[in-house]
């Protein structure tokens, strides 16, 4: 199984910073990476999947990169509304096995 | 626009079955693009695929639910269900469905849409 770990658990930002959020998997997963934003009482929504590609109607502030194990989503200036909880996910394997990230909380500072 | 839509019970007797059915609207399950999917997330935790049905029936499990796990699809009500049996507490959780995106040469890919997710409590 391909471990994903996300870092840091919890990040305060002020609104109008920059976040820069991680994701480690446990061994090469390509470019098979998705992001999700998840607010409170809400479901998970897609921001970016192919490690870097923004999903439909996801505002640019939004950005993915990296490849292999190592990736950062990051929002460039933190609006109110992106205050929530991120994951990352893998869809590297065959059979399929997708797995998550444990998700990291960007809270305000 | 495409959405989905959880329904079943939201209470479950432990070593019985939990049983919940998603209804797609705004689209067909029967695109041969997409895969369906169950998620969980137990509360204040992170996300656990549980498995994944094409509109064939075709389905792809996790293994760490498969002995328990059954998803099946009825493409004639544009709705596929889960079946998880012998619960426990343990598998007190928000249960999501979702599209799967669906490459012959990658595979299963993310989700997207979700569900807006219901809570299955597993208790006596």
């Known amino acids: 199984e391909i471990v994903m770990t996300q870092s840091p658990a919890t990040l305060s930002v002020s609104p109008g910073e920059r976040a820069t959020l991680s994701c480690r998997a446990s061994?090469?997963?390509?470019?098979?990476l998705a992001w999700y934003q998840q607010k409170p009482g809400q479901a998970p929504r897609l921001l970016i999947y192919?490690?870097?590609t923004r999903a439909t109607g996801i505002p640019a502030r939004f950005s993915g990169s990296g490849s292999g194990t190592e990736f950062t989503l990051t929002i460039s200036s933190l609006q109110s509304e992106d205050f929530a909880v991120y994951y990352c996910?893998?869809?590297?394997?065959?059979?399929?096995?997708?797995?998550f990230g444990g998700g990291t909380k960007v809270e305000i500072k | 626009q495409l959405q989905l839509q959880e329904s079943g019970p939201g209470l479950v007797k432990p070593s019985e079955t939990l049983s919940l059915t998603c209804t797609v609207s705004?689209?067909?399950?029967?695109?041969?693009?997409?895969?369906w999917g169950w998620i969980r997330q137990p509360p204040g935790k992170g996300l656990e695929w549980i498995g994944s049905?094409?509109?064939?029936?075709?389905?792809y499990y996790n293994p760490s639910l498969k002995s328990r796990v059954t998803i099946s699809v009825d493409t004639s009500k544009n709705q596929f269900s889960l079946k998880l049996s012998s619960v426990t507490a343990a598998d007190t959780a928000v249960y999501y469905c979702a599209r799967a995106d669906y490459d012959f040469w990658s595979g299963l890919n993310w989700f997207d849409p979700w569900g807006q997710g219901t809570l299955v409590t597993v208790s006596s």
């Open positions: 049905i094409y509109y064939s029936g075709s389905t």
């Open positions: 996910q893998q869809y590297n394997n065959w059979p399929p096995k997708l797995t």
């Open positions: 061994q090469s997963v390509s470019s098979n």
């Open positions: 705004g689209g067909s399950i029967s695109s041969s693009s997409y895969y």
């Open positions: 192919g490690a870097s």
